[in-house]
């Protein structure tokens, strides 16, 4: 399982929180790439219907705001 910015920004519309079969459905429906739903599909069913609050939940690495050297007075 890997994931990009390019894949991860199919899921930054997702209804979260999402159950893992949400997400599923939801990438699914907006014709996301097939990487997207096999990383989906990757993860284990730790608790049946696991609530995703974020992308973070699903990419730990995920590049926020904050990771952004943005000088905002500057705009």
Avoid: C, H
């Amino acid at each position: 399982m890997y994931w990009t910015l390019e894949l991860a920004s199919y899921l930054s519309d997702a209804p979260w929180p999402a159950t893992k079969d949400e997400l599923i459905d939801f990438a699914i429906r907006t014709g996301a790439p097939l990487e997207v739903v096999e990383n989906l599909q990757a993860f284990e069913d730790d608790e049946e219907g696991e609530i995703f609050e974020s992308i973070e939940d699903i990419w730990p690495d995920y590049p926020t705001e904050e990771d952004f050297l943005w000088n905002e007075d500057e705009y």
